[in-house]
């Protein structure tokens, strides 16, 4: 089936720091790959997407590149601030619009 | 443009009851997707809908249902609520739903099931 693997457990960091939170996924096809972030109390807004092997999508400083060969989208910061404190989703598109997200991880950035 | 908005934003209901939860999406979006947010089974898709049919169902009971109008607005209805229904309930509406087009998010309705 289509399923998203996110790594266990919170990412605790100091600011500045460099954040890399790995995704992969089991697919069928080659499906269009994306990364979501949730602020407290908030509903889930999409950081940037990748649609085809080797794209790599980018927004806000974070990048994540579409790996078919690893089957892997893992999300990266050069350098963290306490506003990137969030919960962070790595998700796949299906079809008709159906999106399998993994587990997300919760993002605590320290001044 | 006004983004997804979801009303109302807390619920508390006893178990036994039923609730009604509603969406609507961005001006122009026509297709309308529901979510299911809880600690333990984190997101997990409800349905979709487009052009008020319902082309896609996750794996839930049939307690949990919904419909489109024409105007694209949605609603979800849980019946016979359970304790584990408590949840953040998103939706998300998109452009079109035979493409990839991003998905976006309103703020969810929490309930909360006593």
């Known amino acids: 089936g289509n399923s998203v693997t996110q790594m266990e457990g919170p990412v605790t960091l100091s600011e500045e720091a460099f954040l890399t939170i790995n995704c992969t996924y089991t697919?069928?096809?080659?499906?269009?790959l994306f990364w979501y972030v949730q602020y407290p109390g908030e509903g889930l807004q999409l950081l940037l997407k990748a649609t085809k092997a080797d794209d790599k999508g980018s927004n806000k400083g974070f990048e994540a590149t579409y790996r078919k060969e690893t089957t892997s989208f893992h999300l990266e910061k050069g350098s963290v601030q306490v506003s990137d404190s969030a919960v962070y989703f790595c998700a796949l598109f299906y079809g008709n619009n159906r999106l399998a997200f993994g587990k997300g991880n919760q993002v605590v950035v320290i001044p | 443009k006004a983004g997804v908005t979801q009303t109302p934003r807390y619920l508390i209901k006893t178990r036994g009851q039923q609730v009604t939860l509603s969406c609507s999406p961005i001006?122009?979006?026509?297709?309308v997707s529901w979510y299911q947010q809880t600690p333990g089974q984190g997101l997990q898709f409800l349905f979709e809908?487009?052009?008020?049919?319902?082309?896609n169902k996750g794996n839930f009971p049939g307690r949990f249902s919904g419909r489109q109008f024409s105007n694209s607005r949605s609603e979800m209805n849980v019946s016979t609520l359970e304790l584990g229904d408590s949840a953040l309930y998103l939706c998300a509406s998109s452009l079109e739903a035979s493409l990839v087009y991003e998905q976006y998010f309103g703020p969810g309705t929490r309930l909360t099931v006593t």
């Open positions: 697919a069928t096809g080659y499906p269009s």
């Open positions: 001006s122009g979006h026509r297709s």
């Open positions: 809908y487009f052009s008020e049919t319902q082309r």
